[in-house]
């Protein structure tokens, strides 16, 4: 049965040949709203998706969706199982050194610490997402970090008490404190990396061109600053 | 789902959920129940099948076919599951692309690591990034499969060779006695007699497997845990059915299923080991004999 159904994916596979080959796969992590989501209707949705979508449309590129764990997102784009990641991922020297970014879609913006009264943020519990640029802060504030596989599970451990805090992007932060009479924002807010791009692989320079030039012409025409204030109100659209 | 659903904030209580339970997310964690039983009905008799083989080989009187039995299953073993179902996947992947890569672009001048990048010519991808999604979403589920039944059949074919070495040896005997080859008595008294010592093993093995599913989403398939965390986490007006932190229900949820599960195949091994035993010379055999007298 096992050899069958390979068999067939394998003759599938190869009957599609003649086909156009700019078909571009993209991974996201779909539970990162709203940068990136899974909406009612079982769709990937988020300012992500937006701007992949109209970066496909203005390359021509074929974009179709992926969504993969946060975990596994970087190695399964280098061993080929997906050609670009766009799911809120800050550009960092560490992950510079692994893949590619094109330029930022989302500027350097704010992380920010949420928690049920006033802490020292630095003597506390901290949860934080696992392999983030927050993960990393905390651990070197001198905050005792929890890390966690998801960002809801991040902020659900605030909610019961596991941790003192969350750290994560103001911009997923902001919905949630507001709809949560019990969660209010801690301290001052910290700059963390270099702004949001789509990650590629090393060795992907055609793709990393054309893409940087319709991320470009995005934000010359206002589009990025259209998407930006459709997914987050009152942000700065200037960068 | 239904036609009052278009607007969900406006609705009362029972509408709101008669709604949200009908949404194309909620019915994507319907199916992937389905997906789960799949997976248990195609990977059981699978890793049954590499465990047979792994037991035969390990008793091979071919010693170069033994050291591959007992490799097999000791390495396998010995390695923690994470890690093969990491490395299957990936290394099978990476090595049938790179057979499809060699075959379809013989005149590729670049290398095919370059740093921590693999890279195969766009035809010898697998499947080819313009296969449409259900050939990616199947090819992916093969090898989920198949990483399972590679880390069960080592398991499995400990139990069967344990099970092998219990059936009586006076059997064996009394076959080669009667003139039967080593393979005619392996297949017609050893093979039929040895299931019965297997069982208590091999039902152990299952409800391992039942409840090693979660492990499906580190392949890329969405089952019920990866379903049950995704709806259940709470949900802000970004979404059209916004909701607290709901994971407890949905667990529950699971729990009842797995239990369900767990205590269905409970009573199929009772059943199957009341049938195995007719005619064993076991103690529950020599019941059988005794209650039908």
Not at chain 1, 18 to 25: P, S, T
Not at chain 2, 92 to 101: F, I, V
Not at chain 2, 216 to 230: K, N, P, S, T
């Amino acid at each position: 049965m096992k050899k069958l159904l390979l068999g067939t994916v394998l003759l599938t596979a190869t009957a599609g040949m003649a086909a156009a080959q700019d078909v571009v796969r993209i991974g996201t992590e779909g539970a990162y709203p709203p940068y990136n989501f899974i909406n009612d209707a079982n769709e990937v949705d988020g300012y992500d998706i937006d701007v992949a979508n109209e970066v496909c449309a203005r390359a021509e590129l074929t974009c179709e969706w992926v969504t993969n764990d946060w975990d596994s997102i970087i190695p399964n784009l280098v061993s080929g199982n997906y050609d670009a990641i766009a799911a809120g991922m800050s550009i960092t020297d560490e992950r510079d050194e692994v893949i590619d970014f094109t330029q930022a879609y989302y500027p350097p913006d704010p992380s920010a610490y949420a928690g049920l009264d006033e802490i020292d943020v630095t003597s506390a519990v901290v949860a934080a997402q696992a392999a983030t640029i927050q993960a990393t802060h905390v651990a070197e504030s001198g905050a005792t970090l929890v890390e966690f596989a998801t960002p809801d599970e991040s902020v659900a451990a605030v909610r019961n008490g596991e941790a003192d805090a969350v750290l994560a992007d103001k911009g997923f932060l902001v919905p949630i404190v507001e709809e949560d009479p019990d969660l209010v924002f801690i301290g001052e807010d910290v700059m963390l990396g270099k702004g949001i791009g789509i990650g590629l692989r090393e060795s992907d320079t055609e793709l990393k061109e054309k893409m940087d030039a319709a991320l470009a012409s995005m934000k010359e025409d206002g589009k990025m600053a259209e998407l930006l204030e459709k997914w987050f109100p009152g942000m700065d659209p200037d960068f | 789902m239904f036609e009052f659903c278009t607007a969900p904030s406006a609705l009362d209580d029972l509408r709101w959920m008669a709604c949200y339970l009908t949404t194309g997310k909620q019915i994507a964690f319907y199916w992937s129940f389905g997906t789960v039983l799949l997976l248990l009905a195609v990977t059981a008799p699978a890793a049954l099948a590499f465990g047979f083989l792994g037991a035969l080989a390990s008793r091979s009187r071919v010693a170069p076919l033994r050291w591959l039995g007992t490799a097999y299953t000791s390495m396998v073993r010995g390695i923690p599951d994470i890690i093969f179902f990491l490395f299957v996947p990936i290394a099978l992947d990476q090595g049938l692309e790179w057979l499809r890569h060699k075959a379809k672009c013989p005149d590729w001048d670049q290398p095919v690591r370059q740093g921590s990048d693999f890279l195969v010519c766009a035809e010898a991808k697998l499947p080819l990034n313009t296969a449409p999604q259900w050939v990616h979403e199947s090819y992916g589920f093969a090898l989920a499969v198949l990483a399972f039944a590679v880390v069960f059949g080592a398991f499995a074919a400990n139990v069967l060779s344990g099970a092998m070495r219990a059936v009586p040896r006076a059997q064996i005997e009394t076959a080669e006695a009667y003139g039967m080859s080593h393979s005619q008595a392996v297949w017609r008294i050893l093979v039929p007699q040895m299931w019965i010592y297997a069982l208590p093993g091999l039902s152990n093995l299952w409800q391992i497997l039942v409840k090693a599913t979660p492990l499906l989403f580190l392949l890329g398939v969405q089952d019920i845990v990866y379903w049950a965390r995704e709806l259940g986490g709470s949900k802000t007006s970004t979404f059209a059915y916004p909701h607290p932190d709901w994971r407890l229900w949905y667990f529950l949820g699971l729990l009842v299923f797995y239990l369900a599960l767990t205590s269905l195949s409970e009573r199929v091994f009772a059943r199957l080991s009341h049938r195995l035993s007719l005619g064993q010379a076991t103690a529950a055999g020599e019941k059988h004999r005794k209650a039908a007298a």
